[in-house]
């Protein structure tokens, strides 16, 4: 019979303390993954920098929308310059000449979403049911082309405006 009253055998104890100190690193990584998820979030580009009042009718429109059993969503609101300006880039390369991006986005100057006063919304089912009932939620669609982007309905107009072909013109 043996008994142990004083110290743990030499390897047991470095096995212990490693396993501690793995346990201290992988608790270090949740927490910090948690910040930066956490940074991550309240950057998104989605509410930071958006019109209250635009937030609170898209909010609107999404309770109405989920009542009528559609689903929508945010899939861009507002942008920095920096993002915005990006995006013609992008634009540029994909369309293949500036002529044709500008149809497609507005530079930074210009664009509704760096005034973070548009948004886009998705799937296309929503935004399909958004362009039927946009009106009644002081939304309105702005482009004939982008059947996802909307801006607010201004105070006491009785109809949406009409819509621009595309953006080209905001040029
Ligand atoms: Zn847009």
Redesign the pocket.
């Known amino acids: 019979m043996t008994l142990y009253v004083g110290r743990l055998p030499e390897r047991v104890r470095r096995r212990r303390a490693r396993w501690v100190i793995a346990g201290a690193v992988a608790v270090l990584c949740v927490a910090v993954a948690g910040v930066v998820h956490a940074l991550g979030s309240a950057a998104a580009p989605a509410a930071h920098g958006l019109d209250p009042e635009l937030e609170r009718r898209f909010a609107a429109a999404q309770a109405a929308a989920e009542v009528a059993g559609v689903p929508l969503t945010l899939t861009?609101g507002w942008r920095s310059a920096a993002d915005q300006q990006a995006i013609v880039d992008d634009a540029v390369e994909r369309y293949g000449s500036l002529e044709e991006a500008r149809r497609w986005v507005l530079p930074p100057e210009s664009s509704?979403?760096v005034q973070g006063t548009?948004?886009?919304v998705g799937p296309t089912e929503g935004a399909l049911w958004l362009g039927e009932h946009g009106f009644e939620l002081g939304l309105c669609r702005t482009y004939a082309n982008?059947i996802?982007?909307f801006e607010l309905l201004a105070d006491g107009a009785d109809a949406c405006p009409e819509l621009h072909a595309d953006s080209s013109s905001g040029w």
């Open positions: 861009s509704a979403h548009a948004v886009d982008e996802w982007h």
